[in-house]
Every structure is written in C-alpha cells, then in structure tokens.
C-alpha cells in the first residue's frame, strides 16, 4: 500500500495536528510518567549519515527543542570490527552543519564498564547464563517463526557456575565465539528477540576507543536501552524494525531495576531512486563508482553538503513529510523542490552559458563596452544590483536558438526577437555556418531605445534570454549532475544481478562554461543560480586559476517539459 505520509503527520501549531510522538510524549508528561523530553540521536560510526539519518536527528533534537528539553548524540560503538574514528569525526560534522548542537555528547563504549556489572548482576539474579553453543548451533537451537526453540543444554548452569565462566570469558580464557552470555527468558516466545538473547559476545578486535582491554563485546540489546537509562533519556525515537525488541528493551530496565525511558518507533525514511544503506553506499565509494562518501551524487550529508544543498532546506523537507507509523517511499522530486524553495529566495542571479554560440550585435558601435545594472535576485529586494559588461560580441545558449522554430518557442529565431536580460532587444537577421552546416555566429541588430530598466519604445516581445559578453566572460568547469541510479527503487533487483546495474551512466558531465567575470573570483560553498539553468555552488575543487561549480538543482524546465509532451506548437 502506497501510505502518503502526511495522513500521519502534522505541524505542531495546534494540538490537534500533533503526530503520534507528540501525543506520546504529551500523555506521558501530563500523567507525570516522565518529567521532560530527553532525547538522542544514537549512530552507529560505521559510515557515513545520509538522508535518513538527517530525518532521526531533526526528529529528536527538533522534539528536545520543542519541549525545551535535551538531546545527545551517542555513538552506539559496540561493533568494533566495523568502527572507525573517521566516521566519529565526520558524524559531528554533519550534525552541526545541520544546525543542531548536542547537549552532551557520548559513546556507549564509555558504558562497558558499568555495562559488565550489570550483566554480573543478572547472573546473580539467575537472568542470564553462559552458553557454549557456537554461532550455527544457537540459531539452530533458536527455533523459527512458526516454531519455538530450545532450551540449551548449558541453561541450568548455577549463577556460581555461571558468574566464573563469564569472568573467565572477560579474562581471554576462550576462544572467539566459543561461548556467549545470554539472557535466560522464553525460548517459546512468540518473539523471537526473547529467545535467551545474546548479551556478550567473544570477540578479540581492537576498539577505536577501548583499544584491546576488551575481548568480549556487548550487543546492541544489550547496550541500547541500558545507555538512554544511564543517561536519563525518557524518551528513545527509534525506526520499525526496533518494534519487536521493544519488549527486551522494557525486560532488561525492568530486571536491573533502573529508569526506564520509553521507547517510541517510526518509520525510516526512503526515497525513491535513492540507495541509502551504508551496505550499499561502502560499496559504491570503495568500488570506485563514485568519488568518496562526500561524492555530490550520494545521498550522504557530507555529499548533499557539497552538491550544495543547504542544511534548511533539508530541515524543511523533513518538517515537511512529517513522521509515519508505515514505511512509504517518498518522491525525490520533494527533496529537490525543497532545495529549490530555500535557494529561489537566497541565491543572488547570475548569467552563465554552458553550451555557447557566439552572437554578434552588427549595428552595436565597434570596441564600444557598456555596463548593465542587472537585479541581484528578484525575490529579496536587499540583495540589489551590480554592473555587468556588455558589448557587441555575445555568447549565448546554443539551445536559445533555432533557425526555424516552433510558434510557442519563445527564445531566438531567424526573423524573430528577444530580449536580452539586463540588456536590448535584438532582432536576428542571418546566421553564419561552417562547411557542416553548424551554426558558427548568430548576426542581430540591437534596438537602442529599447535598454533594460529605460525602455520606452512599447515594444513587446515574449521571451527573454541569458548572454555574456565574450571579451569578459570567464572560463569555468561546471559539474552537470544527474540521478545517480535510474530506477525507482534501485535495491530492487532480479536474480543474480545487483544494484550497480542500475547505476546512471549518465549522472556527471563535466563541461566548460562562460560566466560573468565576478564569478571568477566566488569563494567554495558559495551558492548562486544561473539564470534559467538552475542553481550552482562552488566546489572545493576549484584553484586559484579555476572555478569549478556543481549544479545543486535545475530549474523547473517549462520548454523542455511542453516539447517532450509534444505540446510545442
Ligand atoms: P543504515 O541501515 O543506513 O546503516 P542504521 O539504522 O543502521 O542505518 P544507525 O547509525 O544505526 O544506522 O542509525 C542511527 C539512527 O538513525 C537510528 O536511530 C536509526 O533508527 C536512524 N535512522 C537510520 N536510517 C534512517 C532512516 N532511513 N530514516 C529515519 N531514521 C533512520
Ligand atoms: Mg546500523
């Protein structure tokens, strides 16, 4: 079922529009379960954040906000074969460019210690035991869906028994994966996640932050809840597939007896045409397909952070499609209109041409250069005007022209007139070709009395087109993006294939552009559109000789639309 998500969301203006954690959280606030809103964001540092992670953590800081409470970010390291400080480091990054500032910042590595107490204090209690079955013989001895476990062999151990058998395992007397703690609860349980659930595992590898004084390592279970308890989280925003270890979560608070946040789930994030798993997105940068994780073809933030989106329009979009108790896919389209929303406000015009044609003004007096005031941006009267060069010798969009055009094709034709942007209207008269009949040279005589901001002549024409000046444009490297994949859904895949072959062939196109002279000088980030072709940032790629720019988002292309529905004439 295609669940739009908004039927499950809402703003928080009036109380009636709250989505379902809102009323969560306010239930449990007014029968005085919780005293406030603590929240974390809690990654795995085992990749890179991507969009759905920018979902999570504009949820819980945005409710700690809401409800003038905290939010932490914690790394949840208990993985260390998969770990790295790489990704610590570039997880912080990513948070505060997002806007939002962490109360107190943690690592559930800081907990081992306390961690290995507690799980002392359930052997004692009789709630956990150490099992000798290996990896294969505990999820055979698991049981399915369809049918319960079995109890292992080694589940009547004495807590005595018990509690040297896990000192010895802290202590490196057995080999990896020979024996494990375990939760002893039901292994009959419909539920499969309280089927004497793993709590340590034996596992000799170096810790990014516990070097080697562990050879055993907690799992996530057994980690997660115990971590929002030690750090006074009440409420803990996790995605679906978390729902069924909710009871073990609950199981644990309740046997160790120690505050108990509630945990809340909703639905991840997907986009359609996005691949967002960091399985997937560590094969793409470590294949080669892309550049790195800050590629600006990926769905990471580092990637959207350099293909330039901005962190509000991201914000937006996700205020926007709101919180789900179902997985739906959204369309990309409203990420993108987001990007464009934020950028049509901020982003100061400028002219650029990326496929040229030259243009030559026979009437315009020879070596003359005048300067045009062109607006800054329409949308923000603040951000008034500058002075571009004009003169007789134009480029323009190769595009922009046609020899013999369609009546709704609004831009230049042979016998036909436009205006240019912040200049004159122009009427063409021939065309020059070389001997393959390319177009060399537009000729066009301008209308003096026709100037840009001081034109009283009356005279209309319907489509205005972009042009630099020849003689002062500058050279610049210009990143065409595309869709990385061309499927909707590129995990979907048949029978020994595998999502690279759904891969764009097409996704980056490099090109040499001419742009207004200022741009030459532009520092990295800095975002503009170029009129009628979309929005461009910087990129950090660009030297002190080159800029090279990205092109974050096109423009809405309403020719282009009404020619391939066929509706151009
Ligand atoms: P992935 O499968 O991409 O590795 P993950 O869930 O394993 O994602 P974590 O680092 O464990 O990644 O996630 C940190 C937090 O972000 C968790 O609370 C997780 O539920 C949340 N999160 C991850 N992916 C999404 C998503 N697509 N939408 C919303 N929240 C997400
Ligand atoms: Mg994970």
New binding site residues.
């Given amino acids: 079922m295609f669940m739009s998500e908004k039927s499950a969301s809402g703003g928080s203006d009036a109380p009636s529009s709250k989505h379902f954690i809102q009323q969560a959280i306010d239930s449990d606030l007014a029968s005085g379960r919780f005293e406030g809103v603590f929240t974390r964001?809690?990654?795995?540092p085992?990749?890179y954040l991507?969009i759905?992670?920018a979902?999570?953590i504009c949820l819980n800081f945005g409710l700690a906000k809401e409800y003038d409470g905290t939010c932490n970010l914690r790394f949840?390291d208990t993985n260390p074969t998969k770990e790295e400080v790489e990704y610590v480091d570039s997880i912080k990054e990513d948070v505060e460019w997002l806007g939002f500032k962490w109360d107190s910042l943690h690592f559930a590595s800081d907990y081992f210690d306390q961690l290995y107490q507690w799980a002392e204090k359930l052997i004692e209690q009789g709630d956990a035991y150490v099992c000798d079955l290996n990896a294969e013989e505990t999820r055979e001895y698991r049981g399915t869906l369809t049918e319960p476990g079995r109890n292992s062999p080694h589940r009547d151990r004495t807590p005595q028994e018990n509690l040297e058998l896990f000192r010895a395992m802290r202590d490196g007397k057995f080999a990896d994966g020979a024996k494990s703690l375990r939760a002893k609860i039901d292994m009959a349980s419909p539920n499969i996640n309280l089927r004497d659930p793993v709590m340590y595992r034996i596992l000799r590898a170096t810790h990014h932050r516990t070097g080697d004084k562990w050879c055993i390592y907690p799992t996530y279970d057994w980690t997660h809840g115990q971590s929002d308890s030690l750090e006074g989280i009440t409420f803990s925003i996790?995605?679906l597939e978390f729902e069924n270890h909710r009871p073990l979560y609950d199981w644990y608070c309740e046997k160790l007896g120690i505050h108990h946040p509630r945990q809340i789930e909703f639905a991840?994030?997907?986009l359609s045409t996005l691949l967002?798993?960091?399985?997937h997105m560590l094969r793409l940068v470590k294949e080669g397909f892309v550049s790195g994780w800050d590629d600006p073809r990926m769905p990471t933030l580092s990637g959207y952070r350099r293909r330039g989106y901005t962190p509000e329009s991201i914000r937006n979009f996700c205020t926007e499609v709101g919180v789900a108790k179902f997985n739906s896919t959204i369309d990309i389209v409203r990420l993108e209109n987001s990007v464009r929303e934020h950028l049509n406000r901020v982003a100061p015009r400028r002219m650029a041409v990326l496929d040229p044609v030259k243009l030559t003004i026979t009437n315009w007096p020879k070596g003359k250069v005048e300067y045009s005031e062109a607006i800054n941006n329409p949308e923000d009267p603040e951000s008034g005007s500058r002075q571009i060069p004009f003169s007789g010798e134009l480029l323009i969009e190769r595009d922009d022209f046609r020899e013999e055009a369609p009546r709704k094709f609004f831009r230049l034709k042979k016998g036909g007139s436009v205006r240019l942007r912040a200049g004159y209207i122009i009427d063409c008269v021939d065309v020059v070709k070389d001997d393959a009949g390319e177009i060399t040279e537009i000729l066009c005589t301008y209308d003096p009395e026709t100037k840009s901001g001081e034109d009283n002549s009356g005279r209309k024409v319907k489509g205005t087109i972009h042009w630099v000046s020849q003689e002062h444009a500058k050279q610049v490297e210009v990143r065409l993006y595309d869709r990385l994949f061309t499927a909707e859904d590129p995990s979907k895949v048949e029978e020994g294939h595998t999502f690279v072959e759904h891969l764009n062939p097409n996704s980056l196109t490099t090109v040499t552009a001419f742009v207004e002279p200022e741009l030459a000088k532009a520092d990295v980030g800095e975002r503009v559109q170029f009129e009628r072709l979309g929005y461009f940032v910087v990129d950090q790629d660009s030297t002190g000789e080159k800029r090279v720019f990205n092109r974050i988002v096109s423009l809405r292309d309403t020719w282009g639309k009404m020619e391939a529905k066929g509706k151009a004439d």
């Fill in positions: 964001f809690p990654p795995e085992n990749g991507h759905g992670h979902k999570s949840d996790c995605t991840k994030l997907k967002i798993g960091k399985r």
